[in-house]
C-alpha cells in the first residue's frame, strides 16, 4: 500500500510561482512513478505532468515550457515547479501512482493512489 500526500499550494498572483510537493509512503521499494492531475470547479480532471521511474518526463499542454517536474528518491518526494501561473491554473492538484505499463500515462483510469489534493489559486 502506498500513501501519497500533496502540499504546497496557495493563493498567489499571474505571473507567480508555486512549488508542489507530492510525499509517498508506505511499501516503496523503488521510485514510483508519478503523474501530476489537476481539478477545477466544474471541469472534469486532466494530467499535467509525469514522472517516471527512470526520471523520465512527460508535460500535458498546459504545463509545457511553465512547469517542470522532478522527484528527490532520498526524500520520497516528487515536486511540480510551477511558473508564469495564470489565473486559469486555479484547480486542486492532485498526485498518483501510474499502475499500467501501457505508457499512456495520460490516463487517468491508470492512475491509484490518489491523494487529498492541494488548491492553487491563482488571481489576476
Known amino acids: 500500500q502506498v500513501h501519497l500526500v500533496e502540499s504546497g499550494g496557495g493563493l498567489v498572483q499571474a505571473g507567480d510561482s508555486l512549488k508542489l510537493s507530492c510525499l509517498a509512503s508506505?511499501?516503496?521499494?523503488?521510485?514510483?512513478?508519478i503523474g501530476w492531475f489537476r481539478q477545477a470547479p466544474g471541469k472534469e480532471r486532466e494530467f499535467v505532468a509525469f514522472?517516471?521511474?527512470?526520471?523520465?518526463?512527460y508535460y500535458g499542454d498546459s504545463a509545457k515550457g511553465r512547469f517542470t517536474i522532478a522527484r528527490d528518491n532520498a526524500k520520497n518526494t516528487v515536486y511540480l515547479q510551477m511558473n508564469s501561473l495564470k489565473p486559469e491554473d486555479t484547480a486542486v492538484y492532485y498526485c498518483?501512482?501510474?499502475?499500467?505499463?501501457?505508457?499512456?500515462?495520460?490516463?487517468?483510469?491508470?492512475?491509484?493512489?490518489w491523494g487529498q489534493g492541494t488548491q492553487v489559486t491563482v488571481s489576476s
Open positions: 498518483a501512482v501510474d499502475r499500467s505499463s501501457s505508457g499512456l500515462v495520460t490516463i487517468i483510469e491508470d492512475y491509484d493512489y
Open positions: 508506505g511499501r516503496i521499494v523503488s521510485p514510483l512513478p
Open positions: 514522472i517516471s521511474e527512470s526520471d523520465g518526463t
